[in-house]
């Protein structure tokens, strides 16, 4: 009897004070992003976007040669969303230097692209562009996007930049159905900036990032029912390379951890030491 009356005791009292759903915490940038989103965490979600860069995004022949691939070419886009900070953390894993037309291509390959017309310009300078563009859910029909309703990175129009690395910004999606997501950056949402981590570099090649108050930027972009991207890397100026344009993604919701709080855990300690107690004191354990 006093084995049982302890345990529901321990079991009402575990029932009081659950266990608490918590989200993934912040991501710690270091600029490869396959190292600081670990596809078998289920609070980060990778999406597949080129899996074939060199038949899909034309670039010169020389570099396929030395087994270079230009910066625009994404093999993945990685997101984990931390709920407690409203927090969206993403990162574009790219095949070499993100938004640099030749890849780790050296000299003879920047001279061979300036002899074809083509400028490299330093960083994401110049109209190169990597913009991720937002759309929420269709109500009438979740097998297709919403609009997009925002858009963040760095505008091909440097006029629109923002105050972040590189120009990085977070703003309104203009809506100009004639023109691509990377010149589409209107009003500044200030409330939802984020940052830039690093200027791409060899040592830091992917172009990861941060947008604030993320829940908040629209309401039909709400990260626990799912939403839309669609991404961009490119420049219309680095003839004869191409650049990297997806369709819409649909980003699955974010499925929050069950985890113990601190609280919890210490009232089970409690609970079984409580019940332990009893028990030895009738002489039953």
Do not use: H
């Not at 090649?205 to 039909?220: H, L, M, R, T, Y």
């Not at 649909?250 to 855990?265: H, L, M, N, V």
């Amino acid at each position: 009897m006093v084995r049982r009356n302890a345990l529901r005791w321990a079991l009402a009292t575990v029932a009081m004070l659950g266990a608490s759903t918590a989200s993934a915490g912040a991501i710690n940038f270091t600029g490869n992003a396959e190292a600081d989103f670990n596809p078998s965490d289920p609070s980060n979600v990778v999406v597949q976007v080129d899996p074939d860069p060199t038949n899909r995004i034309y670039q010169l022949p020389e570099m396929t040669a030395q087994g270079l691939i230009n910066g625009y070419a994404i093999k993945d886009i990685r997101m984990s969303w931390d709920k407690g900070s409203d927090t969206l953390f993403v990162g574009l894993n790219t095949y070499s230097i993100a938004g640099t037309a030749i890849g780790n291509g050296g000299q003879d390959i920047a001279d061979l692209l300036t002899s074809k017309a083509g400028v490299d310009p330093a960083s994401i300078g110049g109209r190169k562009s990597i913009t991720v563009g937002f759309a929420g859910l269709n109500p009438a029909d979740l097998s297709v996007p919403g609009a997009i309703v925002a858009v963040a990175g760095v505008p091909s129009d440097k006029a629109m930049a923002g105050p972040g690395i590189d120009g990085f910004t977070v703003s309104t999606y203009k809506g100009m159905t004639t023109q691509g997501i990377q010149n589409n950056y209107g009003q500044i949402l200030s409330s939802n900036l984020g940052a830039l981590a690093y200027d791409p570099s060899a040592t830091r090649p992917d172009f990861e990032f941060s947008v604030a108050n993320f829940s908040k930027i629209n309401p039909g972009v709400d990260p626990t029912r799912g939403f839309w991207i669609q991404a961009y890397a490119g420049s219309p100026d680095d003839n004869p390379i191409g650049e990297e344009k997806t369709g819409f993604i649909k980003i699955p919701a974010f499925s929050p951890q069950e985890i113990p709080e601190p609280a919890t855990c210490v009232a089970w300690s409690i609970v079984i030491g409580v019940a332990a107690f009893r028990l030895r004191r009738r002489g039953e354990v």
